[in-house]
């Protein structure tokens, strides 16, 4: 599978802090950015906003506003899924990406990086998704794939999908297995089983059940 990184782009080179706000507008007016780096003297100082530069004096400079940047960055050494949840708590459709010593080495769009997902066994490989909730401090992943494995089920991916104060929900991906046998596992195991089933009906894909991506798409 392509490494997360070969994603990092730099098809438009960062805004410069001494650029005029009328050529940062005309440069969103180009692309369907939300956000896009700003360098000063080469340093990446944050993100200035397609949204709010409208706003801003034309006859200005970008580091007039630099109070107004947006400091969200991703580090070259994250793996995809804390990428993904940089996107969503930005409400961005691209990420600076910086170096371990902080020097700025590109962006990633939101495009590529859904691109990525697509091609990760949990979506693209066949198999059921399961969705199960217990109390916090009574879950355990190690129970988890005891209970699918000792089914003949083969774990595709598994995340805490929804949290609170008393308990988690655990989104699961189940390649082979019998679907039944598993969900009564669980339940012997006070488990609620929060998704819906059918006996042995298999789910082709997370695109086509859940709203789950509709979040990072959103641009």
């Given at each position: 599978?392509?490494?997360?990184?070969?994603?990092?782009?730099?098809?438009?080179?960062a805004i410069d802090s001494q650029e005029t706000i009328a050529s940062v507008q005309d440069f969103f007016a180009d692309v369907n950015f939300s956000h896009f780096?700003?360098?000063?003297?080469?340093?990446?100082?944050?993100?200035?906003?397609a949204d709010d530069v409208e706003t801003f004096?034309?006859?200005?400079?970008?580091i007039d506003y630099k109070y107004t940047l947006e400091r969200f960055f991703a580090r070259k050494s994250m793996i995809w899924l804390d990428l993904l949840e940089v996107f969503a708590?930005?409400?961005?459709?691209?990420?600076?990406?910086?170096?371990?010593?902080n020097n700025y080495i590109g962006y990633y769009e939101i495009e590529d990086i859904m691109k990525f997902f697509n091609e990760t066994p949990f979506l693209k490989e066949q198999g059921g998704i399961i969705i199960v909730q217990k109390g916090i401090i009574d879950y355990s992943m190690s129970q988890i794939t005891q209970i699918i494995e000792s089914n003949n089920g083969k774990i595709l991916g598994c995340f805490i999908s929804e949290?609170?104060?008393?308990?988690?929900?655990?989104?699961i991906k189940i390649g082979l297995g019998a679907m039944n046998e598993i969900i009564q596992t669980f339940r012997r195991y006070n488990y609620e089983i929060i998704s819906e089933h059918q006996e042995d009906t298999y789910i082709n894909s997370l695109k086509e059940r859940s709203d789950y991506l509709d979040k990072y798409l959103n641009i």
């Amino acid at each position: 599978m392509t490494e997360i990184t070969n994603y990092i782009t730099n098809d438009f080179r960062a805004i410069d802090s001494q650029e005029t706000i009328a050529s940062v507008q005309d440069f969103f007016a180009d692309v369907n950015f939300s956000h896009f780096p700003v360098l000063e003297n080469g340093i990446f100082i944050g993100s200035i906003s397609a949204d709010d530069v409208e706003t801003f004096d034309t006859d200005k400079k970008a580091i007039d506003y630099k109070y107004t940047l947006e400091r969200f960055f991703a580090r070259k050494s994250m793996i995809w899924l804390d990428l993904l949840e940089v996107f969503a708590k930005n409400r961005t459709n691209t990420v600076p990406v910086l170096d371990e010593n902080n020097n700025y080495i590109g962006y990633y769009e939101i495009e590529d990086i859904m691109k990525f997902f697509n091609e990760t066994p949990f979506l693209k490989e066949q198999g059921g998704i399961i969705i199960v909730q217990k109390g916090i401090i009574d879950y355990s992943m190690s129970q988890i794939t005891q209970i699918i494995e000792s089914n003949n089920g083969k774990i595709l991916g598994c995340f805490i999908s929804e949290a609170d104060r008393e308990n988690v929900q655990i989104t699961i991906k189940i390649g082979l297995g019998a679907m039944n046998e598993i969900i009564q596992t669980f339940r012997r195991y006070n488990y609620e089983i929060i998704s819906e089933h059918q006996e042995d009906t298999y789910i082709n894909s997370l695109k086509e059940r859940s709203d789950y991506l509709d979040k990072y798409l959103n641009i």
